[in-house]
């Protein structure tokens, strides 16, 4: 076997797969930065405070426009059930904040078609309302008393620091007059430069896992895996099989859709696709940060609730597209079949390259390298030290 070109194929195609979802990485996180840096978190308590339909609501729509790496959004989960956020609304909140953001919308758009970008908005809200009447059965008593006994004692995670900082614009004004102001384009950097280092590591390793995949394990081989010549079988398995899979590939939700481009192409299941996707919150370390911050008993509660939610989002949005005729027929993902050219991608790269150029030096000669630095660090010493404009 020729190791070296194995390897050699492995990088190629996973350098394919970057170029493809830069520009749609770069114009997310811009977009998500624009509107972290508008939007108060200190706002953001009062109005989770509650296990209502409506409190779970403004909790997921908040955790939406909250762009988070999953880390960073599990840490900031616990601070605001610390806060006094209920715990639903904190879990709401988190899933939110990495499964319905407009990055990943867009790169699922271009990566493997709209009608996985319309699951994603539908699928989304469904996992948190069965993970919302689940926790109702399950997440209270002694459980939860407990969970927020752990919680309060602060125990470190990972990205603490990084959850901890608001960075947003504090004067008052307009949505534009705040944003076109220097304190507007200083907290938009920030965001900016701080997600993604947050997220950098999993799209790397989520791209490496991929094109390894992609260039190494037959195709034929992901079909037999997945029952992909039997309907009805592969309908069962894949939601079932598609979290266990993002659970051992330790990778973020955004990082996720390369490897679930490679696993749509193999023969895995619309629904086991979304399930996959979702899964990036019960990756194994994140399950043992969940043990951390609230206990053994609740990172079950909650592993165990994540889980059969995710599974039954993905075999609902199928059960729901198949007749509407929205299941895409085809398995050819752009992010796996695509090479480096120049075409409109290419030209759209160059141009977010610039943007993010232009925020990377306008965040460091502003003084926001020392920040970079306390993203790891203690969270009462991160919100304490950051200076917000």
Not at 134 to 143: A, E, K, P, S
Request: aromatic share 10%; hydrophobic share 55%; charged share 15%.
């Amino acid at each position: 076997m020729d190791v070296l070109g194995a390897i050699g194929r492995a990088l190629a195609a996973s350098g394919n797969m970057a170029w493809q979802i830069l520009w749609p990485l770069i114009f997310g996180f811009t977009l998500s930065s624009v509107i972290q840096a508008v939007v108060r978190r200190s706002r953001v308590t009062k109005w989770m405070a509650g296990a209502s339909a409506k409190s779970i609501a403004i909790a997921s729509g908040l955790g939406a426009a909250s762009s988070s790496c999953s880390y960073a959004a599990v840490a900031l989960a616990r601070s605001l059930f610390r806060k006094g956020a209920s715990m639903v609304s904190a879990m709401a909140f988190e899933i939110a904040s990495t499964n319905l953001v407009v990055e990943l919308g867009i790169i699922l758009a271009l990566s493997l078609g709209w009608q996985f970008t319309l699951a994603e908005f539908i699928a989304g809200p469904i996992m948190i309302v069965i993970v919302a009447v689940l926790f109702r059965l399950w997440m209270r008593g002694r459980i939860l008393d407990a969970a927020r006994e752990q919680a309060e004692r602060g125990r470190a995670g990972s990205m603490e620091g990084h959850a901890a900082m608001d960075m947003s614009v504090q004067r008052d004004g307009s949505f534009l007059s705040r944003l076109l102001s220097r304190d507007g384009l200083t907290a938009t950097s920030q965001y900016f430069v701080m997600d993604w280092a947050a997220v950098l590591r999993d799209i790397v390793i989520g791209l490496l896992i991929a094109g390894a995949f992609s260039a190494w394990v037959p195709k034929e081989w992901l079909q037999t895996v997945f029952l992909a010549k039997d309907p009805t079988l592969s309908f069962l398995l894949g939601p079932l099989v598609g979290p266990l899979i993002a659970m051992i590939s330790f990778v973020c939700s955004v990082g996720n859709v390369p490897l679930a481009a490679v696993l749509w192409n193999g023969g895995i299941s619309f629904g086991g696709v979304m399930s996959f996707i979702f899964a990036d919150l019960i990756i194994i370390p994140i399950l043992l940060i969940y043990r951390r911050y609230y206990g053994t008993r609740a990172a079950l509660v909650i592993a165990g609730t994540f889980y059969l939610a995710m599974a039954a989002a993905g075999y609902l949005i199928e059960l729901i597209f198949t007749p509407l005729g929205l299941v895409p027929h085809e398995r050819r993902a752009a992010i796996v079949e695509a090479t480096i050219s120049w075409n409109y991608t290419t030209f759209l790269d160059i141009g977010m390259l610039l943007v993010a150029a232009f925020l990377v030096i306008w965040f460091f000669r502003t003084g926001g390298g020392p920040m970079l630095r306390m993203m790891g660090g203690e969270p009462e010493r991160a919100s304490h030290d950051v200076e917000t404009p």
